[in-house]
């Protein structure tokens, strides 16, 4: 029994996929891939740095963005593209005037050449995959990460999204993307926002697109779990809370990170990444733990079928994942299957 059928009543089974994957060095990797998952998400290649490193119509790099779309439609899966709008892994020039100063939000002028930044960027991206990507995560990880349910900031303040754009950068991010693919789901896909203050934020902001009719269209979740969280908070709150916006839930980058450190960190900030990249050693029992966890996870998403729409892994094996160390994922460095894996399919059956 393979992830794909044994969940195929329920929701699609996706996983991040890489350069090595989509252009075929990795064999393994492949075979996994396509005989385990019907969706799939690009790690990098789709990201602004990747895909736009150079101002201009010139500036554009679409080789391996065009290759992991064609691998993806040469094996008959839901395609999906992350990410568009993002603080982290977007050059500098994006933020900067011809002369190098770096814009402002109490310029006008400013404000007008970041819009249009982003709109030529949204569409030339978008565009060039409609109809063959099918789901966009269009802005990314936006919200403020702070713990504290009084801090009064609903986004990130660092970001310079918001510094020159504020609220603008979201709303007008999807009005771009549902322009040039109306026909596309459109997420917005953040972390830890099981979390209550982060969670009280995330109602917040899309009660708010709501309201202004921004055609945002699913959640995304990224799950970027440890051995003991984001139960019950994934249940008891967020699935429940979140539901009650009327849109679908995707779990968006789902991985459990088993080492020391990654037990001490709820955050999937890449900023943080001496916690939460999988750094020190696995706990000593993770594999045991694994199994609990990913088993409790799916029968939550199970229960919540009507709700989650598509569970997607974030990389193939631990080999390829961002949090190595801590183990992660249902197959090991060697493509072999963890006792996690049958737990999964477990659920299923």
């Known amino acids: 029994m393979t992830l794909k059928d044994a969940f195929k009543s329920d929701f699609p089974i996706g996983v991040a996929i890489n350069q090595n994957h989509f252009t075929g060095q990795d064999t393994n990797g492949v075979v996994l891939i396509t005989s385990q998952f019907n969706a799939i998400s690009p790690e990098n290649v789709l990201k602004w740095e990747k895909v736009h490193p150079q101002p201009g119509t010139n500036g554009y790099d679409f080789a391996p963005g065009d290759a992991y779309v064609t691998f993806g439609e040469q094996h008959h899966m839901l395609i999906v593209g992350h990410t568009l709008v993002w603080h982290n892994q977007t050059p500098s020039w994006v933020f900067q005037d011809e002369n190098g100063r770096w814009l402002s939000g109490t310029n006008a002028a400013d404000r007008e050449l970041l819009l249009q930044r982003m709109r030529d960027h949204i569409q030339m991206v978008v565009g060039r995959y409609k109809g063959r990507i099918k789901i966009w995560d269009v802005v990314n990880e936006a919200l403020n990460d702070s713990p504290r349910l009084n801090d009064t900031n609903l986004l990130r303040q660092t970001s310079p999204w918001v510094r020159v754009l504020g609220m603008d950068f979201i709303v007008k991010a999807f009005e771009y993307a549902h322009e040039t693919h109306p026909d596309a789901i459109l997420r917005y896909n953040d972390y830890s926002i099981e979390n209550p203050a982060k969670r009280k934020r995330l109602i917040a902001l899309i009660k708010y697109l709501q309201s202004k009719k921004v055609p945002v269209m699913a959640i995304g979740s990224q799950t970027h779990a440890n051995l003991t969280w984001p139960e019950p908070d994934l249940e008891d709150n967020f699935l429940t809370e ?55 996870l799916f029968k939550i998403f199970l229960k919540h079928r009507d709700t989650v729409r598509l569970v997607t892994f974030w990389g193939v094996t631990d080999a390829d994942s961002w949090r190595r160390n801590g183990q992660p994922l249902l197959f090991d460095g060697n493509w072999r299957p963890k006792p996690a894996f049958r737990t999964v399919i477990k659920t299923a059956e």
């Open 242 to 296: 979140a539901s009650s916006l009327g849109l679908p839930i995707h779990i968006t980058e789902l991985d459990v990170n088993g080492s020391q450190s990654g037990q001490r960190s709820q955050s999937a900030d890449i900023m943080q990444s001496a916690q939460v990249n999988g750094g020190g050693q696995p706990v000593a029992s993770v594999q045991e733990q694994m199994v609990q966890q990913y088993g409790d």
